[in-house]
């Protein structure tokens, strides 16, 4: 596997194989705004979802120690379910992963993302459990907690994979499809699975990730960070340009699919990176990118517009 190859030359170790789990995964949930709940049962989520996170195994692959994918998962709980039920909360989840940069100690994000269409119900006495084949599992509520964990899990894997071969995470963007296609559903309790619940949600972003319309910004992930980052310290000139040149392909998915979830998910993890790496190019060659910037990420644009 190209990626463990890739950890092996990087940090010069490990040469027995590990058992692993996939994930390091930290966990942070916030919840000012609930009362009238024991802080024990805060507690025990945040245990419960660390553990779900980083001791189930996501792929068939064996990663050691150093290989794991650094990740974070923020859940802020916004309030109670209505209808009383004290163990369901609505809340926001902020998901954010990174992986190295070959020869440096940079470290490169991969998702950076805050989902907002985030229901469940959880028992502090109830162990998290994860099926592929049963994601709906017996109760809605509670189910929808281990299917946006796993989704995301499948989908920091995914693009990690990714980011290592060309369309190396497809099996497992396959695996986070299969979950939006089984997801829990109680009336219109629980939301951000369906096509026709928006234009900016779970649904749309495995769908485009996998849809053929949209298969350049795999193509330009791939170069991003195989053929671009992981070159920057032998060859920085060539492989900056490579990386900035690569915006052409985002630009035209842009064009035919104006304000498409998948680019706003790439923009949100790379905006700063792609700031970073014009700072180092020549203010003469800066135009053209900062151009196709602007108009593909308008919200970071003034940020753009500052390296004129």
């Known amino acids: 596997m190209l990626k463990r190859l890739f950890n092996t030359l990087l940090l010069l170790a490990c040469t027995v194989a590990a058992t692993a789990q996939e994930l390091n995964c930290k966990v942070t949930i916030t919840h000012d705004k609930i009362t009238g709940v024991d802080n024990e049962v805060f507690t025990s989520m945040t245990r419960a ?5 980083n001791a189930h195994k996501w792929t068939t692959d064996e990663y050691t120690t150093n290989e794991k994918i650094d990740c974070n998962i923020f859940i802020n709980l916004t309030g109670n379910k209505a209808g009383g039920d004290v ?4 809340a926001t989840l902020s998901v954010q992963a990174s992986r190295p940069v070959y020869g440096s100690s940079y470290t490169t994000s991969l998702v950076n993302y805050v989902d907002r269409d985030v229901c469940f119900k959880f028992n502090q006495f109830t162990t998290l459990q994860f099926d592929d084949n049963r994601i709906n599992g017996t109760e809605a509520l509670s189910s929808n907690l281990t299917a946006i964990l796993a989704y995301y899990a499948y989908i920091i894997v995914a693009l990690d994979y990714d980011s ?4 190396g995470g497809s099996s497992y963007l396959k695996k986070a499809q299969n979950i939006v296609s089984n997801a829990p559903e109680q009336n219109k309790t629980i939301v951000g699975w369906k096509a026709v619940e ?8 495995a769908d485009q990730l996998l849809n053929q319309r949209f298969h350049d910004v795999r193509a330009f992930w791939y170069t991003m960070h195989r053929e671009g980052l992981d070159s920057m310290y032998t060859k920085p000139i060539d492989s900056r ?4 040149t690569g915006l052409k392909k985002l630009y035209q998915v842009n064009k035919e699919n104006p304000s498409s979830m998948l680019l706003q998910f790439v923009f949100a993890a790379k905006s700063d990176e792609f700031i970073h790496l014009l700072v180092q190019t020549p203010k003469i060659d800066r135009p053209p ?9 308008v919200p970071n644009a003034p940020k753009y517009n500052n390296l004129k």
Do not use: E, Q
């Open 49 to 53: 979802v660390n553990d779900f996170m």
């Open 241 to 244: 340009m490579r990386i900035l």
């Open 164 to 167: 290592f071969s060309p369309d």
């Open 198 to 205: 928006g234009s900016r949600n779970r649904y749309w972003l």
């Open 87 to 90: 163990d369901a909360y609505n």
């Open 289 to 297: 990118f900062l151009t196709l910037l602007n108009a593909m990420d």
